[in-house]
T-cell receptor
C-alpha cells in the first residue's frame, strides 16, 4: 500500500519570504500522480499543484513550485514571496496511475503560518 | 461554473441514529469520491462512484454506504452512528481519468 509522509506538522515564515514544505511517499508503482492541496479554515480543499510521475520537469504554478525527486520518492513544495493568504493546512497526496484509480492517499498535513 | 456542493454544512446527531449527506459534483463530472477527515486519522478514502457504480471502497465498516444517481449527484449514508464518526466529510469530483479531484466545503458531522 502506498503511504505519504509529511514530517513537518507546523511551519512558519515571514511574509514575502520563501518556504519549503516536505513530503515523501512510498510506492512500488512507476506511474502515479502527486498533488499538493491547501485547506484554509474555510475547510475547502484547494488544489495547489500537480505532478505526473512520468514528467521529469518540475511543475510550477505562479509562486508555487515543486521539487520532484522520483528516485528519492520526495515531493516538496516551495512557496515564494509568501502572502498572508497562503496561511493554511497543506496536504501532500498520491494517486495511482492505474486506469480508473481515483483514491487519493494523503499525508498528515503541515500547518503553515505566515507572520506579517 | 459552480463548484462541488455539499449539504448540509453542519449536522448534529446522537449515537445510534443514521445520517445522509449529499454531494452535487461540478457539472459534467461523472466521478465522485468521499473522504473522512478527523484530527486523529487525517484524511481517509471512503468510496468512489462513477456512472452510478461503486468502483473503489476504503477500509470502513459496512455502516458506511453510498450511492450515485443518474445526474451524478451522490449521497453517503452512515447508520448506527458512533462517537468516532464525528468528522468532516469531504466530497470530490473530477472530469476525467487523468484530471485532478475538486473538493467541496465538506459536511461537519458531530455525534453527541
Amino acid at each position: 500500500a502506498q503511504t505519504v509522509t509529511q514530517s513537518q506538522p507546523e511551519m512558519s515564515v515571514q511574509e514575502a519570504e520563501t518556504v519549503t514544505l516536505s513530503c515523501t511517499y512510498d510506492t512500488s508503482e512507476s506511474d502515479y500522480y502527486l498533488f499538493w492541496y491547501k485547506q484554509p479554515p474555510s475547510r475547502q480543499m484547494i488544489l495547489v499543484i500537480r505532478q505526473e510521475a512520468y514528467k521529469q520537469q518540475n511543475a510550477t504554478e505562479n509562486r508555487f513550485s515543486v521539487n520532484f525527486q522520483k528516485a528519492a520518492k520526495s515531493f516538496s513544495l516551495k512557496i515564494s514571496d509568501s502572502q498572508l493568504g497562503d496561511a493554511a493546512m497543506y496536504f501532500c497526496a498520491y494517486r495511482s496511475g492505474i486506469q480508473g484509480a481515483q483514491k487519493l492517499v494523503f499525508g498528515q498535513g503541515t500547518r503553515l503560518t505566515i507572520n506579517p | 461554473k459552480a463548484g462541488v456542493t455539499q449539504t448540509p454544512r453542519y449536522l448534529i446527531k446522537t449515537r445510534g441514529q443514521q445520517v445522509t449527506l449529499s454531494c452535487s459534483p461540478i457539472s459534467g463530472h461523472r466521478s465522485v469520491s468521499w473522504y473522512q477527515q478527523t484530527p486523529g486519522q487525517g484524511l481517509q478514502f471512503l468510496f468512489e462512484y462513477f456512472s452510478e457504480t461503486q468502483r473503489n471502497k476504503g477500509n470502513f465498516p459496512g455502516r458506511f454506504s453510498g450511492r450515485q444517481f443518474s445526474n451524478s449527484r451522490s449521497e453517503m449514508n452512515v447508520s448506527t452512528l458512533e462517537l468516532g464518526d464525528s468528522a468532516l466529510y469531504l466530497c470530490a469530483s473530477r472530469a476525467g481519468a487523468n484530471q485532478p479531484q475538486h473538493f467541496g466545503d465538506g459536511t461537519r458531522l458531530s455525534i453527541l
